[in-house]
């Protein structure tokens, strides 16, 4: 620009030519800045066009990736129809196999419901024979039963017909009417002979509310059902104008028999062992002193004889009361097996023969009065009680037990090394499991006790041996059809109605649950019998099986009532402790 002006500031002709070009290359450089821009603007569309292309090339790749993905998909879900059409195929492939398979089935079980219809009609058939069958015999049994009642009526009134004979040809005058209470006490009513067939019709009436173990408030008339198979002359009465027995069992006043009477409680427990095909034999040995009276003639413990086991006269001075009381109970039909003098001076034993259980018990209950009698008639005092004297051996009724099932001693096992069966060792076990529980029972007084020391043979722990005398259960060495369980503990007071049935129904339990007894003898473990009646009580009322045998109601009044017996004892001042204390202290 300095070129086209001079030095003063004008333009020379050059610099005028200068100027001119420079304007036209100022020009050239504006039109060229404007087609720049132009361009900038153009390259801006076209960079603005291919961001836009390149957008809506990413929108169609991703389209085509999702469509891409949307076909591997529908692939994949014509493969699995595919798959599904081929199982499908295959499926009804076995479809129709299955289908001919389960047509011929069915033919199959269209002749077999054929079949079964045919059976069902068959059985339908025999089912019908049966039930007219079964009906016939119903009728039949009905008919027997009929016929057997019948039978039983006539064999009652036969036999009521022969005890009114016998009654009228040897003169009886009286009949005793005789039953036992719970405690063992033999009760009777006496009846002239001509009321005997009202006696034998069951109407008999006793006032049972003053009798010791009776509810008085319920249970004040019962009626007297006579076992007529009881009947029997007593030989120690008059022969003119003699005087017959029968026992009775206690009945209701609406017919059925009192559960309270021992010698029903017996009966209830050979029922269940004659269910279970078994019958019980018993025999005992029945232990007693003989003693003088005073003037007064009450009894004393004095007796004048020195005696010991198994001498004779002249040193046993009772050997003729003895023999008349063997003669007047085998007089009466009882088949005595021995009788000896026992251990302690004055002291006699009397031993039956094995006889049924209540037969049994019926004889005990019977020998007992038939002894204190003979005795009274030789001026001497028999007493069953269990120590009547201090320093000698006590009275024991020992038990002995065997078990038969079809007419065979179920005791005896002709292979066993000792000839015990296992069911007379399970027998053992059950009566070593009760006899605590029994003991009560077997040994009902305070007196009992005393016997049931040591040092006398008489037991006091709870085993058992074949050989010991002192072991509560003795084995004795027969065998075969006498093989026999002794128990050992019993004394004279004992209810024999109430302990047969304990020993028979504890025996069953110990049979029907395959017991076994400990081993023979004694050991350090060996327990002892109850010492006193007090835990002998509270032992009985820890044994559940008292219970269901003689029952809640009997346990109950038997328990008051020995409660009471024990604590009156308590109460005494005895002669021993006055002697021992009374200067001491």
């Known amino acids: 620009e300095g070129e086209l002006l001079s030095p003063g500031g004008s333009m020379t002709g050059g610099a005028f030519k200068n100027s001119s070009n420079l304007l036209g290359r100022r020009r050239e450089i504006e039109e060229l800045e404007e087609s720049v821009k132009l361009l900038k603007k153009d390259l801006d569309a076209l960079n603005q066009a291919i961001d836009e292309n390149r957008s809506k090339r990413n929108a169609l790749r991703d389209k085509i990736a999702a469509l891409a993905e949307k076909l591997q998909k529908e692939y994949l879900v014509q493969n699995t129809a595919k798959m599904e059409i081929s199982q499908m195929e295959s499926r009804r492939d076995e479809t129709a196999s299955g289908y001919h398979h389960l047509k011929d089935e069915a033919v199959e079980i269209e002749t077999q419901m054929a079949e079964i ?291 065979k001693n179920v005791f005896y096992d002709p292979d066993s090394e000792d000839g015990l069966s296992s069911d007379a060792y399970a027998f053992l076990a059950g009566i070593l499991k009760h006899i605590k529980g029994m003991t009560a029972f077997c040994n009902p007084l305070v007196n009992s006790y005393k016997r049931l020391t040591t040092g006398f043979e008489a037991p006091s722990q709870i085993y058992w041996s074949k050989s010991e005398r002192a072991s509560l259960v003795k084995i004795p060495f027969q065998r075969g059809q006498e093989t026999r369980i002794e128990l050992r503990s019993p004394d004279g007071a004992a209810n024999p109605y109430v302990v047969f049935a304990l020993c028979l129904a504890a025996g069953l339990e110990g049979i029907e649950e395959q017991m076994k007894p400990q081993k023979e003898g004694r050991t350090e473990e060996t327990e002892l019998l109850p010492t006193n009646l007090s835990e002998a009580l509270k032992a009985m009322k820890e044994d559940s099986l008292m219970e269901e045998i003689l029952g809640r109601r009997f346990l109950k009044i038997y328990n008051q009532a020995k409660e009471k017996e024990w604590m009156s004892y308590m109460e005494q001042i005895s002669m021993w402790e006055l002697e021992q204390y009374l200067y001491k202290i």
């Not at 009905?142 to 039978?151: F, G, T, Y």
């Not at 006579?226 to 120690?236: C, H």
């Not at 009894?299 to 007047?328: C, F, K, M, Q």
């Not at 007992?368 to 069953?384: Q, S």
């Open 117 to 407: 219809k045919e059976e069902k009609h068959r059985i339908q058939e025999e089912l019908d024979a049966s039930v007219k069958q079964e009906q016939e015999l119903n009728d039949r049994i009905e008919k027997n039963q009929k016929a057997l009642k019948e039978e039983q009526a006539n064999l009652t009134e036969q036999k009521q017909r022969e005890i009114l004979n016998i009654v009228e040809e040897e003169d009886v005058e009286f009949i005793r009417l005789q039953f036992t209470d719970m405690f063992g006490t033999m009760k009777n009513i006496a009846i002239p002979a001509g009321k005997l067939p009202k006696a034998m019709d069951d109407r008999c009436i006793i006032d049972a509310s003053s009798i010791e173990g009776f509810i008085r408030t319920e249970e004040s008339e019962m009626y007297l059902r006579p076992d007529l198979a009881t009947f029997s002359i007593l030989p120690w009465r008059p022969q003119q104008g003699k005087v017959a027995r029968l026992i009775c069992d206690l009945i209701r006043t609406d017919g059925t028999p009192y559960e309270g009477s021992p010698r029903y409680l017996l009966k209830e427990v050979l029922k269940k062992a004659e269910s279970l095909g078994y019958t019980l034999k018993v025999n005992t040995e029945c232990e007693f002193f003989l003693f003088h009276t005073d003037d007064n003639g009450i009894p004393t413990t004095i007796t004048h004889e020195r005696a010991g086991y198994l001498d004779l006269s002249p040193v046993d001075l009772g050997e003729n009361a003895r023999r008349d009381i063997v003669l007047t109970l085998e007089e009466m039909g009882y088949e005595v097996e021995s009788s000896r003098h026992q251990i302690a001076p004055g002291q006699h034993e009397v031993e039956f023969c094995m006889d049924d259980a209540l037969e049994t018990a019926d004889k005990i209950m019977t020998v007992k009065t038939a002894i204190r009698t003979i005795a009274k008639r030789h001026g001497l005092h028999a007493t069953f009680m269990p120590k009547p004297k201090a320093g000698v051996d006590g009275s024991g009724m020992h038990i002995h037990l065997s078990l038969f099932k079809d007419g």
